[in-house]
């Protein structure tokens, strides 16, 4: 009660919200079902709220990339399963496809396992290079939106939240520059939906005072 009473309190508080949201969650924050049930529920909370766009990045540790290779399959595998069940529009991304596991052409959620900025940063400069190897690009017709039109999350969140760690991913490294960042230290397995409410209302005020 004394929950529903606060959460109720928090939506009274918050009057704009941002259009795309980005979530980061670690790999060893996954390792219960109601885990993996939790990002289908995240979706949903947001969608109740009127957040239209969310982006879920799950934060390989470097434990080898034999063992990682593993890993995203079963997470790939894992989060399909929990989609199924549901009627969100999402695709997963992993660098280990060559395309990425789409149920939607325009989908309103996208999950990257793994596939972090660095990587799609070096993508999108190799794919650019290669066209003006070609000659279907002059070297001095680069410019930022070419870069952005080769990348693979093309959408800038307005709101970044990484739960239990307090720094920075290199995720959406291109796309986040003007990104609001949301540190919390309640993990993943914590997480509540009053918590995605309190990132919310920071967010709200941080918008007021124009980001300072």
Same mark, same amino acid.
């Given at each position: 009660?004394?929950?529903?009473?606060?959460?109720?309190?928090?939506?009274?508080?918050?009057?704009?919200?941002?259009?795309?949201?980005? $979530? &980061?969650? /670690?790999?060893?924050?996954?390792?219960?079902?109601?885990?993996? =049930?939790? @990002?289908? %529920?995240?979706?949903?909370?947001?969608?109740?709220?009127?957040?239209?766009?969310?982006?879920?990045?799950?934060?390989?540790?470097?434990?080898?990339?034999?063992?990682?290779?593993?890993?995203?399959?079963?997470?790939?595998?894992?989060?399909?399963?929990?989609?199924?069940?549901?009627?969100?529009?999402?695709?997963?991304?992993?660098?280990?496809?060559?395309?990425?596991?789409?149920?939607?052409?325009?989908?309103?959620?996208?999950?990257?396992?793994?596939?972090?900025?660095?990587?799609? $940063? &070096?993508? /999108?400069?190799?794919?650019?290079?290669?066209?003006?190897?070609? =000659?279907? @690009?002059? %070297?001095?017709?680069?410019?930022?939106?070419?870069?952005?039109?080769?990348?693979?999350?093309?959408?800038?969140?307005?709101?970044?939240?990484?739960?239990?760690?307090?720094?920075?991913?290199?995720?959406?490294?291109?796309?986040?520059?003007?990104?609001?960042?949301?540190?919390?230290?309640?993990?993943?397995?914590?997480?509540?939906?009053?918590?995605?409410?309190?990132?919310?209302?920071?967010?709200?005020?941080?918008?007021?005072?124009?980001?300072?």
């Amino acid at each position: 009660m004394i929950s529903n009473l606060y959460e109720r309190r928090l939506l009274n508080q918050i009057q704009e919200v941002p259009r795309h949201v980005a $979530l &980061v969650v /670690a790999e060893k924050d996954l390792n219960t079902v109601e885990a993996y =049930k939790k @990002l289908g %529920a995240f979706t949903s909370w947001c969608r109740d709220i009127g957040i239209s766009r969310v982006t879920v990045y799950i934060n390989m540790l470097r434990l080898g990339e034999e063992v990682n290779q593993k890993l995203r399959s079963q997470i790939i595998q894992r989060i399909s399963d929990n989609l199924q069940s549901s009627s969100v529009a999402a695709t997963i991304y992993s660098p280990d496809a060559k395309d990425p596991t789409s149920s939607d052409p325009a989908p309103d959620v996208s999950f990257s396992i793994g596939y972090g900025g660095k990587k799609e $940063l &070096v993508n /999108a400069i190799r794919s650019i290079a290669q066209k003006v190897k070609d =000659k279907e @690009l002059r %070297a001095n017709e680069i410019s930022e939106e070419t870069v952005s039109s080769h990348l693979i999350f093309k959408e800038e969140p307005e709101l970044v939240i990484r739960t239990g760690e307090n720094r920075l991913t290199d995720f959406l490294i291109w796309q986040a520059v003007y990104s609001e960042l949301y540190f919390t230290e309640v993990n993943w397995a914590n997480f509540r939906r009053m918590d995605l409410l309190r990132a919310i209302r920071d967010y709200q005020k941080r918008k007021q005072r124009h980001g300072l």
